[in-house]
């Protein structure tokens, strides 16, 4: 192998095993990629409909993965290397922007896999670049495409879209966040937390006609009046020697239920609902029914969202079940889905689903 191909072959392996990460690391997580984009309209000062950041999120991570598996392969490479290089083309200066303006803590390049500083991604994205235009120069070391390369090539895009859409639809492939399947939510809570005295919980609204922030106690009812006031925030206060908080917390008129939740001898399915007023049809008809039969084995049933909430119960056909609130990004966090159920048993996380995965007698 003489010097140029050897160089070729490195600058290829090492792309693709970093565009494959960086693409599949997005695509088992659209949601949290779908937010990160959020942010950054946000700090650009757009406003942008939800479904193109899902449709941005999707298209994002599919391209690169499928990038990162067809070079790889060595697949339709004189292409291949040119998708490479205008990826980082496209990328390299958005990332310096991101570095000097700070719109967002983390780029989110690679979800919530692995976190870097805005600078060292910038850094990052300037060598891998240099490398793309690298590879592209020597493509021509590449064997002529074949129809087997043109199936490799496409096989790579099906497989990497397929697997975003698999995680967006249902629940992400790989689930690495801080709630998933087998987190003990006692441990988590209750690590570091000395108990001397009272938890004081304070609500904390914004006017809509003013903008102003106002105090709630969880008592007072004016806070209920949505057409008033938009919620903001949840200030848990322990009078006390505290260490850390948690951020799984599910309150209510009643006040913090969250030990109740722990503490059950009952296995506790939350209806987690993006709004509790916006449900398809197909999706409350399984809710309904996975209700009614948790209820029948006697087990405890809770609607849970970070939606301002008119009614303290949420209606399912023919269901009545209690309904709380829950900080948004600790819900997003919990349950990738708009609409899904997240179960409890002692005090730790044993199953979770999209509202569309729910099947009654499972």
Not at 17 to 45: H, Q
Not at 128 to 134: G, Q, T
């Amino acid at each position: 192998m003489n010097g140029k191909r050897l160089i070729y072959t490195i600058l290829r392996f090492a792309l693709g095993v970093l565009f494959l990460f960086s693409g599949f690391a997005k695509a088992i997580d659209p949601w949290g990629t779908a937010i990160k984009f959020g942010e950054y309209f946000a700090a650009m000062g757009l406003n942008s409909p939800e479904w193109s950041k899902f449709a941005l999120s999707i298209l994002l991570s599919g391209l690169e993965m499928g990038l990162g598996i067809s070079v790889l392969l060595g697949a339709c490479m004189k292409l291949s290397s040119f998708g490479l290089l205008c990826f980082m083309l496209i990328f390299t200066p958005l990332t310096l922007w991101a570095a000097v303006a700070e719109p967002v803590e983390d780029c989110g390049c690679f979800g919530d896999l692995l976190k870097i500083s805005n600078w060292a991604t910038f850094g990052k994205n300037l060598v891998l670049l240099l490398m793309a235009a690298m590879l592209f120069i020597l493509a021509e070391c590449a064997k002529r495409s074949s129809w087997l390369n043109w199936l490799k090539f496409c096989g790579s895009f099906v497989i990497s879209f397929g697997i975003g859409l698999y995680s967006l639809l249902h629940l992400p492939l790989i689930d690495v966040l801080s709630y998933k399947v087998g987190t003990s939510l006692v441990e988590a809570v209750r690590t570091g937390i000395t108990f001397d005295g009272d938890i004081e919980t304070t609500l904390i609204y914004r006017n809509l006609y003013t903008g102003e922030n106002k105090e709630f106690k969880l008592s007072d009812p004016e806070w209920q009046d949505a057409a008033r006031w938009e919620y903001v925030d949840t200030r848990i206060v322990q009078k006390g020697t505290v260490k850390h908080h948690a951020d799984f917390s599910v309150f209510g008129t009643e006040g913090n239920i969250t030990e109740d939740i722990l503490s059950s001898p009952r296995r506790v399915y939350l209806l987690c609902l993006a709004s509790p007023t916006d449900i398809n049809e197909s999706c409350r008809t399984r809710m309904a029914g996975l209700a009614r039969q948790a209820v029948g084995n006697g087990n405890m049933v809770l609607g849970i969202t970070s939606s301002l909430i008119s009614d303290r119960d949420l209606y399912l056909n023919d269901m009545l079940i209690p309904l709380y609130n829950m900080d948004a990004t600790a819900l997003k966090t919990m349950l990738r889905a708009k609409y899904g159920v997240v179960v409890i048993e002692n005090g730790t996380i044993i199953e979770k689903r999209n509202c569309r995965d729910i099947r009654i007698g499972n």
